[in-house]
């Protein structure tokens, strides 16, 4: 009986015992990488360049109500949609806006066909129309990890979207402007600056895109007078498919609907993933 009275009480004290307490779980965020120090440059050099002038917005949105209402490039825009993936890739390697690229694609090959071949021999989406440089040819192996004799920019869709968007920022670099930039992937740079020679800029500052639009040609064969606009018309279609939005005709159109409005801004969404620049 003794025994059992023992046993009964040694029972409820291990019943009253409190466990020890589990320290609290601790959510660790995951740390993110360093910014690769090209990626940093682009950033920096993208920060110097002039971004498209307030003044174009009207030009723009007529250009952008124009193509809606037609529908035809609302059925671009959807046919580039299908090809995000590449158009993202290219953003994380260089930087522009996802919808620039794919907008800049749209108007260059007619919905982002990498089988369009332009009147002077222009190939792919972006329409280049001759073997792009050395230099940059080793800039594209580079970004694709692979040898120079291995790039194929008249039938890679990568090789041929980075050929073009390197070549833009080569524009823009010379120009130091975004939407001079633009027009002179159309017209050429030694193009663009006669161009403004002969309406009276004979040196930089230059003037707007806007402001030179009406001294810019307009003809069978060359529009460079509509291009700025068609491009950043184009862009503001692809963020709205691309984003899941109704392409529908608007009253006007901001900076914050064109992506690539402003060259700083370029990379936002990428440069998420980094640790933030110093």
């Not at 360049?49 to 009207?58: A, N, T």
């Not at 663009?192 to 639009?213: C, I, N, Y």
């Not at 064969?221 to 709205?240: C, D, F, N, T």
Request: aromatic letters at 6%; glycine letters at 8%.
């Amino acid at each position: 009986m003794l025994m059992r009275l023992m046993l009964l009480l040694l029972l409820i004290g291990c019943a009253e015992t409190p466990l020890p307490a589990q320290p609290e779980a601790v959510m660790v965020e995951p740390q993110k990488p360093i910014l690769p120090d090209e990626l940093a440059e682009i950033r920096q050099a993208r920060s110097h360049l002039r971004p498209v002038g307030e003044d174009i917005l009207p030009i723009v949105t007529k250009e952008y109500n124009t193509r809606v209402g037609k529908r035809e490039w609302v059925f671009w825009a959807e046919r580039c949609a299908e090809r995000s993936d590449l158009f993202e890739e290219a953003s994380e390697l260089l930087l522009y806006d996802v919808a620039f690229i794919a907008g800049f694609a749209m108007i260059e090959s007619g919905g982002c066909q990498m089988g369009v071949v332009g009147s002077s021999g222009e190939r792919g989406m972006m329409q280049i129309y001759k073997r792009p440089p050395r230099k940059r040819l080793a800039r594209i192996a580079e970004l694709r990890g692979k040898e120079v004799k291995e790039v194929d920019w008249k039938e890679d869709p990568m090789d041929n979207l980075l050929a073009g968007l390197l070549l833009l920022g080569a524009f823009e670099e010379q120009l130091a402007s975004r939407p001079h930039g633009i027009l002179a992937y159309n017209m050429g740079a030694a193009g663009e600056k006669r161009a403004m020679r002969k309406a009276g800029w004979s040196k930089a500052p230059w003037p707007s895109v806007a402001t030179l639009m009406p001294h810019l040609r307009y003809d069978r064969k060359a529009k460079p007078r509509v291009y700025v606009q068609r491009v950043l018309a184009a862009g503001a279609i692809m963020k709205r498919t691309l984003g899941g939005q109704v392409v529908e005709k608007v009253d006007s159109l901001t900076r914050r609907d064109i992506p690539g409005f402003d060259p700083a801004d370029d990379g936002d969404v990428v440069l998420a993933a980094y640790q933030p620049l110093p």
